[in-house]
């Protein structure tokens, strides 16, 4: 019997969830305390009927849909200038992970006097900024993978460096988020598959750090249950909204769960990301099993539960690790990171960035430059024996 799937939700922030409920956005500005919005899009969204009923909605808003994947700074920036020319209040993040991750930055950095980078999630840097020079957001997700409309950080590539990095500060987290699984549904299959094995990699990962955090663990196996159940429907039939809603739901809980720490596979996943530009989503499914398996030894317990929670056919590592495998095959994910253009060559400089990721410190078994870079070759060359640490 299917559920009504509609409801308001007030943790991690003021999430209104249900299909259709895209109608509530003016209310949503208003009772965030939006009077003029900026409305931050994709460039592959900003022509979309979505988006021109979203404008027409909204009183006083004007659009930005220069965003792209692997936002950087020049993104930030041009719509920093966008947002002051246009004499806004607050923003409209509306799309992917990059468009609700630089919608969350502008507003964050419309009252701010110091640059980007000093905003860098490192020690205490967040307490540089001004509290009260940070703009309200609504968030309006459109896949369900991210949970970017959930967290308090945005992942900003830095040109100059050619590295991303994690922008943080506890005030960057939506006011609302309107969590509506009609966006959802002209999703291509691939795009659905990427993002919900990222939503997946966020539980999976979060579940594996260490850390005394049970009610991260709570939502991390949720969300696996649900994405283990609805995520091949959402790739089936995109316009299954029950299986929608509840990868929207998902997406929200991995962010939701990885406040407690990410791990290895989002260690490398942003080098990878930085430098092949590669689906941020889609690099993490590819790397998951090579990650899983290097930590084996560490991860023996929660694998156990895991495989549980998702009543698999073979309890324990080994029977999750072959799910994995398969669930992965029938979403029609690549096993190796040289099937979606990664090669080797870099494989040092992506061992060493991938050690001073702030995601590295999150994973099970500590890790540093040398072990990344073994795990990333052995991702590269679709190798699982020899990589268990
Ligand atoms: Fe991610």
Same mark, same amino acid.
């Given at each position: 019997?299917?559920? *009504?799937? $509609?409801? #308001?939700? #007030?943790?991690?922030?003021?999430?209104?969830?249900?299909?259709?409920?895209? @109608?509530?956005?003016?209310?949503?500005? /208003?009772?965030?305390?939006?009077?003029?919005?900026?409305?931050?899009?994709?460039?592959?969204? *900003?022509?979309?009927?979505?988006?021109?009923?979203?404008?027409?909605?909204?009183?006083?808003?004007?659009?930005?849909?220069?965003?792209?994947?692997?936002?950087?700074?020049?993104?930030?920036?041009?719509?920093?200038?966008?947002?002051?020319? &246009?004499?806004?209040?607050?923003?409209?993040?509306?799309?992917?992970?990059?468009?609700?991750?630089?919608?969350?930055?502008?507003?964050?950095?419309?009252?701010?006097?110091?640059?980007?980078?000093?905003?860098?999630?490192?020690?205490?840097?967040?307490?540089?900024?001004?509290?009260?020079?940070?703009?309200?957001?609504? %968030?309006?997700?459109?896949? @369900?993978?991210?949970?970017?409309?959930?967290?308090?950080?945005?992942?900003?590539? #830095?040109?100059?460096?050619? $590295? *991303? *990095?994690?922008?943080?500060?506890?005030?960057?987290?939506?006011?609302?988020?309107?969590?509506? /699984?009609?966006?959802?549904?002209?999703?291509?299959?691939?795009?659905?598959?990427?993002?919900?094995?990222?939503?997946?990699?966020?539980?999976?990962? @979060?579940?594996? %750090?260490?850390?005394?955090?049970?009610? @991260?663990?709570?939502?991390?196996?949720?969300?696996?249950?649900?994405?283990? $159940?609805?995520?091949?429907?959402?790739?089936?039939?995109? &316009?299954?909204?029950?299986?929608?809603?509840?990868?929207?739901?998902?997406?929200?809980?991995?962010?939701?769960?990885?406040?407690?720490?990410?791990?290895?596979?989002?260690?490398?996943?942003?080098?990878?990301?930085?430098?092949?530009?590669?689906?941020?989503?889609?690099? #993490?499914?590819?790397?998951?099993?090579?990650?899983?398996?290097?930590?084996?030894?560490?991860?023996?317990?929660?694998?156990?539960?895991?495989?549980?929670?998702?009543?698999?056919?073979?309890?324990?590592?080994?029977?999750?690790?072959?799910?994995?495998?398969?669930?992965?095959?029938?979403?029609? !994910?690549?096993?190796?990171?040289?099937?979606?253009?990664?090669?080797?060559?870099?494989?040092?400089? !992506?061992?060493?960035?991938? %050690?001073?990721?702030?995601? %590295?410190?999150?994973?099970?078994?500590? !890790?540093?430059? /040398?072990?990344?870079?073994?795990?990333?070759?052995?991702?590269?060359?679709?190798?699982?024996?020899?990589?268990?640490?």
């Amino acid at each position: 019997m299917s559920v *009504k799937l $509609r409801g #308001n939700w #007030n943790y991690p922030t003021t999430v209104w969830a249900g299909p259709g409920r895209i @109608a509530e956005l003016a209310a949503a500005c /208003a009772a965030a305390g939006i009077a003029r919005p900026l409305l931050v899009t994709d460039e592959g969204l *900003k022509d979309a009927p979505m988006v021109r009923r979203a404008l027409a909605a909204l009183k006083d808003s004007t659009l930005f849909g220069a965003v792209r994947g692997n936002p950087t700074s020049s993104h930030v920036e041009a719509g920093l200038a966008a947002y002051r020319a &246009g004499g806004h209040d607050g923003v409209v993040g509306f799309g992917g992970g990059s468009a609700l991750d630089v919608g969350k930055v502008i507003a964050f950095m419309s009252g701010q006097t110091r640059p980007l980078w000093d905003f860098e999630d490192i020690g205490d840097w967040w307490t540089r900024a001004d509290p009260q020079g940070i703009a309200p957001v609504v %968030a309006v997700p459109t896949t @369900a993978g991210t949970g970017s409309e959930v967290g308090r950080a945005a992942v900003i590539l #830095n040109e100059e460096t050619h $590295r *991303k *990095k994690i922008i943080f500060h506890p005030k960057m987290m939506p006011r609302i988020v309107i969590s509506d /699984a009609e966006l959802s549904v002209g999703l291509p299959r691939a795009v659905t598959a990427a993002t919900g094995m990222d939503a997946f990699v966020h539980c999976f990962e @979060a579940l594996c %750090a260490p850390g005394f955090h049970p009610l @991260a663990d709570g939502v991390a196996l949720e969300g696996m249950r649900l994405i283990h $159940r609805y995520l091949p429907r959402a790739c089936k039939d995109g &316009g299954d909204i029950e299986a929608r809603g509840y990868m929207l739901a998902a997406a929200s809980m991995g962010a939701t769960a990885f406040q407690k720490g990410l791990g290895g596979v989002h260690a490398i996943a942003h080098p990878v990301g930085s430098w092949f530009n590669t689906h941020h989503g889609l690099t #993490n499914a590819v790397i998951l099993p090579y990650v899983m398996t290097f930590n084996r030894s560490a991860i023996l317990d929660k694998a156990e539960l895991i495989s549980r929670i998702l009543d698999l056919p073979v309890a324990g590592f080994d029977g999750l690790l072959a799910w994995v495998l398969e669930f992965r095959r029938e979403l029609g !994910i690549p096993h190796t990171l040289a099937e979606i253009g990664v090669s080797s060559d870099k494989a040092e400089l !992506i061992g060493r960035e991938a %050690a001073i990721d702030p995601s %590295a410190g999150g994973n099970p078994i500590p !890790i540093d430059a /040398a072990k990344l870079e073994r795990i990333f070759r052995a991702a590269i060359e679709g190798r699982l024996a020899g990589v268990a640490q």
